[in-house]
């Protein structure tokens, strides 16, 4: 009798009659989702990069239309790769395969993460060292950061309180308060495009502007990458929780991009405190 293993979304069996190529230790690797991922989110930092700096080299036009080729297949990307990590055979699977994949997997990719951020905290550093304020610092704290905030903090409290009604049986409210969650991000990535729209336009504070607007795009953008990814995380898990596939003892999906969506909050908060805040002038 074969042995269900959790891989890439497939149940593999020890007979070799599943349905992708097995490596010698029994799991499926020829998966496309991170190979496509890696390459999509190369190809949008090398738009975005030949937009700004490339100009001589690379018409303009050519360089957004690969940044958005890239955003498109990187969002692409990360739902193949979330709908295959949390399907059937992650339902079906054992609770040591269940933790391996929550701490052994989503863990580390955060604390790697982590690394991400901190590697811009620090040239934002080396930036403060500097003379300021900067000539070129727009005008940071408004009403629309502050919604902004305010939305993705909501949402981290209606995925926490989503969740806990699907360990209680609650599905109706699990329901709910999931796709409220959903929702509130894409309004978050929504209103961080109509910040970026109002301070390139009314404004004129773009990536060229100076170090400080190269250290506000970079960080910001990042973590925009890293909600417009949480959003598609939710969606994939709450397509699968209309069709049944999570309950009280089966929610390996949405322990493991609760903890994602909850780390995007606190650095976003961080990211306020920093870079709006502090930037500004204001104590904290």
């Known amino acids: ?23 010698e230790d029994g799991h499926d690797h020829n998966s496309p989702w991170p190979t496509l991922t890696a390459f999509a989110a190369a190809a949008l930092y090398a738009g975005i990069g030949l ?28 739902a193949g790769w979330v709908h295959e990590a949390f399907g059937p055979a992650t339902d079906a699977a054992g609770a040591a395969d269940r933790r391996s994949l929550y ?3 989503t863990v580390l990719f955060l604390v790697s993460d982590v690394a991400t951020f901190l590697g811009g905290f620090v040239y934002y550093a080396f930036v403060r060292v500097g003379a300021w304020p ?37 599905r109706r409210r699990f329901l709910g308060l999931l796709g409220l969650t959903t929702a509130l991000g894409a309004v978050f990535v929504g209103g961080q495009a109509l910040e970026y ?13 100076g170090g400080f607007a190269s250290a506000f795009y970079g960080l910001t953008g990042l973590h925009g990458l890293h909600v417009a990814a949480g959003v598609v995380m939710l969606a994939v898990v709450f397509v699968r929780a209309l069709r049944g596939a999570y309950g009280p003892e089966r929610d390996t999906g949405i322990r493991t991009v609760s ?17 709006y805040v502090g930037a500004a002038g204001i104590p904290f």
Request: overall charge negative; hydrophobic content about 50%; charged content about 10%.
């Open 134 to 170: 900067p000539s070129e610092l727009p005008p940071l704290l408004s009403s629309l950061v502050a919604i902004n905030t305010a939305l993705l903090i909501l949402s981290s409290v209606t995925l926490h309180y989503g969740h806990e009604a699907l360990r209680e049986g609650r």
């Open 197 to 209: 729209y109002e301070f390139v336009h009314a404004e004129g504070f773009t990536l060229a502007s």
């Open 103 to 105: 701490w052994g997997t």
């Open 51 to 78: 937009a700004f700096v490339g100009l001589d080299l690379v018409p303009f036009p050519l360089a957004a239309g690969l940044a958005g080729v890239g955003a498109l297949g990187f969002l692409v990307g990360i």
């Open 1 to 23: 009798m074969g042995t269900s293993e959790v891989a890439g979304g497939h149940v593999d069996d020890e007979s070799g009659d599943g349905d992708g190529a097995h490596a």
């Open 259 to 275: 903890l994602y969506w909850h780390f995007v909050d606190v650095v976003w908060i961080f990211l306020v405190l920093v870079l």
